[in-house]
């Protein structure tokens, strides 16, 4: 499996192996193995039933009809993990159509009237829906529906290879087409890493957020059918610790109120306390500190998966000094 880098993920993406090892982007699971680590197993279960009835009180003409699901064309039944869901043809006062049965697990079997329905299979955030005609005579035939589905698990490290922890994560995706609007349609928000997220086969648009300033990577992904990607996103960002102190290495000073910009004057992000910590872009920014009336500041640099404390000297030449030396040695 390739996944096409969009444009504006600087840092791009790549997959890791079971072991967590960085290695070209590939299907990692078959059809049997996804299914099974993506849902627990169980069999098929009816969960509510409610036939259509046209003058009669009680059905008594009710057919059986099976139906069954396939991750790809030339797969085996799925045995777990889907809902299905049987609705009426014929839009409710709402406009809606009326569910009238639903089952969750693998195969279903359902009990209809003769005529017409639709009928809905959903595999977490895959699925697929076709038009079912119950004949009051004769055989009925089992209903099969390929879902054409895969799936995504995402991840992320901050530079080549600095671990993020997962509560610092987080991931959008959406569809990888472009409304008029320039927007695009949301398909699932707030994804945790190492989640593993059922679609159908496609390019999605993923966002990956470190922290809650302006770490934001963006990437293509390409869902296989019956496939299971993993991708590791690499984040050009790193963690920083903020202090205002009287000597290099000192304690840090309370009640100090802090802003970030950029070098070009953007505020960023703005803090109090004594050290506050956050996630920011690879780049140049200058450090603000405002203690008793009193302003300090100094130019840093943030490196990729470089976590460090950014410390501002309450002498304002010895800031210049240390900012100067840092260059000099990067």
């Not at 090892?21 to 279960?45: C, H, M, N, Y």
């Not at 943030?302 to 460090?308: L, R, S």
Request: charge should be negative; include cysteine; glycine fraction near 8%.
């Amino acid at each position: 499996m390739r996944m096409r880098i969009h444009p504006a993920a600087a840092a791009g993406l790549v997959a890791t192996s079971l072991a967590a090892s960085f290695v070209p982007v590939r299907a990692q699971d078959s059809l049997e193995s996804f299914s099974q680590i993506t849902t627990p197993q169980k069999g098929s279960k009816v969960m509510s039933f409610n036939p259509i009835v046209t003058g009669e009180a009680t059905p008594t003409n009710l057919r059986d009809v099976t139906c069954e699901a396939l991750l790809t064309k030339d797969g085996q039944p799925m045995q777990h993990g889907l809902t299905w869901r049987v609705f009426s043809p014929i839009p409710a006062a709402d406009g809606k159509l009326p569910l009238l049965a639903t089952s969750e697990g693998g195969t279903a079997a359902f009990h209809l009237v003769p005529g017409e329905y639709f009928v809905n299979v959903a595999f977490g955030r895959a699925g697929a829906t076709k038009k079912l005609v119950v004949p009051e005579q004769g055989s009925v035939d089992k209903q099969v529906m390929v879902l054409d589905a895969g799936g995504i698990m995402l991840n992320a490290v901050s530079g080549t290879d600095v671990r993020i922890p997962p509560k610092e994560l987080s991931f959008a995706i959406y569809s990888a087409e472009v409304r008029e609007d320039g927007e695009r349609n949301l398909v699932m928000d707030d994804v945790k890493p190492n989640s593993v997220v059922r679609l159908n086969a496609g390019t999605y648009h993923v966002v990956s957020d470190y922290g809650d300033v302006n770490a934001v990577i963006r990437a293509d992904i390409q869902v296989e059918a019956g496939k299971l990607t993993r991708a590791t996103i690499q984040h050009r960002a790193a963690k920083l610790t903020l202090k205002l102190v009287s000597e290099p290495g000192g304690e840090a000073i309370a009640d100090t109120a802090w802003s970030i910009l950029t070098s070009s004057g953007d505020t960023v992000s703005e803090s109090v306390g004594a050290f506050p910590t956050l996630v920011l872009a690879e780049g140049s920014y200058i450090a603000v500190a405002r203690n008793k009336n009193r302003i300090y500041q100094r130019d840093f640099q943030v490196k990729a998966g470089v976590n460090t404390d950014v410390e501002v000297l309450l002498d304002e030449k010895a800031n210049d000094q240390k900012a100067a030396a840092e260059d000099v040695v990067d």
